[in-house]
């Protein structure tokens, strides 16, 4: 499956695609949209969440300015905090494949060793569960092909005009090649979530950076896993026809914010 490809966009549209011009536009006209600092630590909070992090969005904010009780919990808050920083970094960032590099080096410098940040991995990598293996990625000696492939495909999508509809489809299909390709040796799902965001970004405006996706993604994570699972376990074996209930779960999530954002006072 190629980043550039159309052909699911038709079922996208019927899944809840179609409806993504007028909620962005309803979204871009609330006047209570969170500030973009505070959305940069809703992000972060809740992208880490959805890969065990303990800390909440309150815990996190309490947190700030005070010496944690464990090492635990400040290695918690560290991870955190790089990442609302790379949040930050990139809002002020042009998305290329070296701007990904640099970021997964600045958001993994507090879980991944020194020698592995920014880098490609160079061992097999299986995504495991307490039921065993759930999928199986790529070889590594095909990282650097296949990572060079998406990024191509992502100039050209940031350069071309979309319609807003495409923009969000192919915001979703990034995040998806992302994760199956899973060119890192860990940190790949936040950095899959960052780029999503950050794809959003640079083709409809910083006010994309104000949609709370990852919390809708946390709130949702049974389902946000199993819609990738359903594709398949393996890289060759991907069957991308069943990927439209994950590619729609980025509209559900606008949706959700526009929903919940009009009826505050």
Known sequence: MHLTTTSLYRAYNRKGGSLVARLWKRFGTLPNLPPLDFAHEVSAVYSSSIEGNSLDLNAYINSKGIQAANKAQSSERREIDDLVAVYRWAQETPLTGASTLEAHRRLSRGFV??????AYRKSVM?????????????????VPERMAELFSEMDALLNARLSVGRVFYHASLLHLRFVHIHPFH????RMARLLEKWFLAQKLG??????????HYRAHRDAYYANLRQMGANFYDLD??????????????????VKQLSSRP
């Open 186 to 189: 860990d940190g790949n799902g």
């Open 126 to 142: 299986f995504v495991l569960s307490g039921a065993g293996i759930e999928y199986a990625a790529v070889e590594w000696q095909l």
């Open 240 to 257: 991308y026809l069943k990927s439209v209930p994950f590619l729609t779960m980025l509209p559900d999530a606008l949706a959700d914010s």
């Open 206 to 215: 910083v006010k994309a950076w104000q949609i709370p996706v990852e919390a």
């Open 113 to 118: 060793p020194k020698p592995l940040l920014g």
